[in-house]
């Protein structure tokens, strides 16, 4: 027992060492990143926008609160050239009977090349003198219903949205730019900010208060710290494999040749050959990522994955602990059958950074980060108990490491949000800390957080280990507000 404690000692000491290492790394970098970016020469700007066609996809369950905001906010985006398909996968309130009295569509008959195997459409509409199609299908879950409107799409880009979501007028020539300038581009996407409580005036957030619920602050700074500094860090290196599939720019073609999106029922000659068919996934985010980059690889093509921090999308979040659990469970079995779907590119020198470090590190420091977590903590009563360390003296230089890192991290996400309310490309007024008193609160929200929000997190990243052991597949979709609630003068 002795032996065995003193080497689990030394591999736990390495593991957090480098996960540390890891984590200050990439915000550091972030924070030059933001620091020196505006003396980088800006390369020339793209005029020509019009013959670059981009279909939004927007697929919807449940979502007849803000349906019609969000449609009414996507049809007023600065772009030349755009389709805006919006899908009803079967749902269970009115959405279908919201969205038929706001826009009175018209039902066509569309002759299209259905590559992609879905459930059944019901029926296909056209809203009169606007580039709005609505697609009525039996439920099938998100991967079938983007699959569903891709095989209906006319524009030469996708451009995946949550129904709940609010988008940055300028934001789709934004993540579109990566790909017209770079052809190696597979996927590119913008930042995600927290729609709870904003203020909107013509569909645009104009401005926004800290939320009184806890929760949400709790993931306002989440949301900074993964979008704005972590996703910098691995974009830059190349090692990203995540884009959330809130907004989310692809290649048409490049979904295509993959088959789509993953659901149980997609039969593509592709997910055939190289996945098998009935897998499916709980989040199909981040597969379609891996499996593009996995495409690219064996094609012998070079890849890049773009994270933008100029371009916002702000989603609604769960404000109550059941509903947060819920998700963030979802989100870690859906990385756990992600992985186990791609286990062969792990450590696969043929597929460079992607399998060298963007596996590994989502493996050993994203999925099985929880259960490391749990062992060091019994490691350490164990240890105690047999009288190899002290635990009195563990406690106090364990709650100190969390401190001091819960100070540094929050500073240093006070610094790159206080940088980003000088980017001209959205509007920062939106943003929810400007003044010093609220920079303190967000310093102090992050050590709470430390000590309670983490452990939280803890629990429900395990919890999702145990869905993914058990191979249970259930979407788990939380009840929005909707961002009607958001104030709309």
């Given at each position: 027992?002795?032996?065995?404690?003193?080497?689990?000692?030394?591999?736990?000491?390495?593991?957090?060492?480098?996960?540390?290492?890891?984590?200050?790394?990439?915000?550091?970098?972030?924070?030059?990143?933001?620091?020196?970016?505006?003396?980088?020469?800006?390369?020339?700007?793209?005029?020509?926008?019009?013959?670059?066609?981009?279909?939004?996809?927007?697929?919807?369950?449940?979502?007849?609160?803000?349906?019609?905001?969000?449609?009414?906010?996507?049809?007023?985006?600065?772009?030349?050239?755009y389709?805006?398909?919006?899908?009803?996968?079967?749902?269970?309130?009115?959405?279908l009977?919201?969205?038929?009295?706001?826009?009175?569509?018209?039902?066509?008959?569309?002759?299209?090349?259905?590559?992609?195997?879905?459930?059944?459409?019901?029926?296909i509409?056209?809203?009169?003198?606007?580039?709005?199609?609505?697609?009525?299908?039996?439920?099938?879950?998100?991967?079938?219903?983007?699959?569903?409107?891709?095989?209906?799409?006319?524009?030469?880009?996708?451009?995946?949205?949550?129904?709940?979501?609010?988008?940055?007028?300028?934001?789709?020539?934004?993540?579109?730019?990566?790909?017209?300038?770079?052809?190696?581009?597979?996927?590119?996407?913008?930042?995600?900010?927290?729609?709870?409580?904003?203020?909107?005036?013509?569909?645009?957030?104009?401005?926004?208060?800290?939320?009184?619920?806890?929760?949400?602050?709790?993931?306002?700074i989440?949301?900074?710290?993964?979008?704005?500094?972590?996703?910098?860090?691995?974009?830059?290196?190349?090692?990203?494999?995540?884009?959330?599939?809130?907004f989310?720019?692809?290649?048409?073609?490049?979904?295509?040749?993959?088959?789509?999106?993953?659901?149980?029922?997609?039969?593509?000659?592709?997910?055939?050959k190289?996945?098998?068919?009935?897998?499916?996934?709980?989040?199909?985010?981040?597969?379609?990522?891996?499996?593009?980059?996995?495409?690219?690889?064996?094609?012998?093509?070079?890849?890049?994955?773009?994270?933008?921090?100029?371009?916002?999308?702000?989603?609604?979040?769960?404000?109550?602990?059941?509903?947060?659990?819920?998700?963030?469970?979802?989100?870690?079995?859906?990385?756990?059958?992600?992985?186990k779907?791609?286990?062969?590119?792990?450590?696969?020198?043929?597929?460079?950074i992607?399998?060298?470090?963007?596996?590994?590190?989502?493996?050993?420091?994203?999925?099985?980060?929880?259960?490391?977590?749990?062992?060091?903590?019994?490691?350490?009563?164990?240890?105690?108990?047999?009288?190899?360390?002290?635990?009195?003296?563990?406690?106090?230089?364990?709650?100190?490491?969390?401190?001091?890192?819960?100070?540094?991290?929050s500073?240093?996400?006070?610094?790159?949000?206080?940088?980003?309310?000088k980017?001209?490309?959205?509007?920062?007024?939106?943003?929810?800390?400007?003044?010093?008193?609220?920079?303190?609160?967000?310093?102090?929200?992050?050590?709470?957080?430390?000590?309670?929000?983490?452990?939280?997190?803890?629990?429900?990243?395990?919890?999702?280990?145990?869905?993914?052991?058990?191979?249970?597949?259930?979407?788990?979709?939380?009840?929005?507000?909707?961002?009607?609630n958001?104030?709309?003068?």
């Amino acid at each position: 027992m002795y032996l065995f404690l003193r080497i689990l000692e030394k591999l736990l000491i390495v593991y957090f060492t480098a996960y540390l290492v890891i984590d200050l790394l990439l915000y550091i970098y972030a924070v030059i990143f933001f620091f020196f970016r505006r003396k980088i020469k800006e390369k020339k700007q793209i005029k020509n926008f019009e013959k670059y066609s981009i279909s939004i996809i927007v697929p919807a369950y449940n979502e007849a609160v803000s349906i019609v905001t969000c449609t009414d906010m996507l049809l007023k985006l600065n772009y030349p050239n755009y389709q805006l398909i919006v899908v009803n996968d079967g749902s269970k309130d009115n959405t279908l009977e919201v969205f038929m009295n706001n826009y009175n569509p018209q039902l066509i008959n569309i002759d299209a090349n259905v590559a992609l195997k879905t459930n059944k459409i019901k029926g296909i509409y056209k809203v009169p003198d606007k580039n709005l199609l609505f697609i009525d299908k039996e439920n099938g879950g998100k991967a079938d219903a983007i699959n569903a409107c891709i095989n209906y799409a006319s524009g030469d880009y996708i451009c995946t949205i949550d129904a709940d979501s609010i988008l940055d007028e300028n934001a789709l020539k934004e993540v579109i730019t990566p790909f017209i300038r770079n052809k190696e581009t597979i996927v590119s996407g913008g930042q995600l900010a927290v729609a709870n409580d904003v203020h909107l005036s013509n569909n645009k957030v104009i401005s926004s208060k800290i939320p009184k619920n806890i929760w949400v602050q709790w993931q306002i700074i989440e949301y900074i710290k993964s979008y704005m500094i972590s996703r910098i860090g691995l974009s830059r290196l190349n090692a990203l494999l995540i884009m959330s599939g809130a907004f989310s720019m692809f290649k048409k073609d490049d979904l295509l040749k993959i088959g789509g999106f993953l659901n149980k029922i997609n039969t593509h000659e592709y997910i055939s050959k190289n996945i098998g068919i009935g897998k499916q996934t709980v989040c199909e985010d981040m597969e379609i990522v891996v499996r593009l980059w996995k495409y690219r690889k064996d094609e012998k093509k070079k890849a890049k994955a773009v994270f933008l921090p100029e371009p916002v999308c702000w989603t609604e979040v769960p404000d109550i602990p059941k509903n947060l659990y819920k998700q963030r469970s979802r989100w870690h079995q859906g990385l756990g059958e992600t992985l186990k779907i791609h286990r062969n590119m792990i450590f696969e020198p043929k597929y460079g950074i992607t399998g060298l470090l963007g596996l590994p590190y989502y493996l050993f420091f994203e999925f099985l980060s929880p259960l490391i977590k749990v062992l060091s903590l019994i490691f350490i009563f164990a240890a105690a108990k047999y009288g190899l360390i002290n635990l009195n003296w563990v406690i106090m230089l364990l709650i100190s490491v969390m401190l001091i890192t819960a100070v540094i991290m929050s500073s240093i996400t006070a610094v790159i949000e206080y940088i980003s309310h000088k980017n001209k490309a959205i509007n920062r007024e939106a943003l929810r800390y400007k003044k010093f008193l609220d920079w303190l609160w967000l310093i102090f929200a992050g050590i709470i957080a430390e000590f309670s929000y983490s452990f939280f997190k803890i629990a429900a990243q395990i919890n999702g280990i145990y869905n993914f052991m058990k191979k249970k597949h259930d979407w788990k979709k939380f009840e929005r507000r909707g961002i009607d609630n958001a104030q709309n003068d």
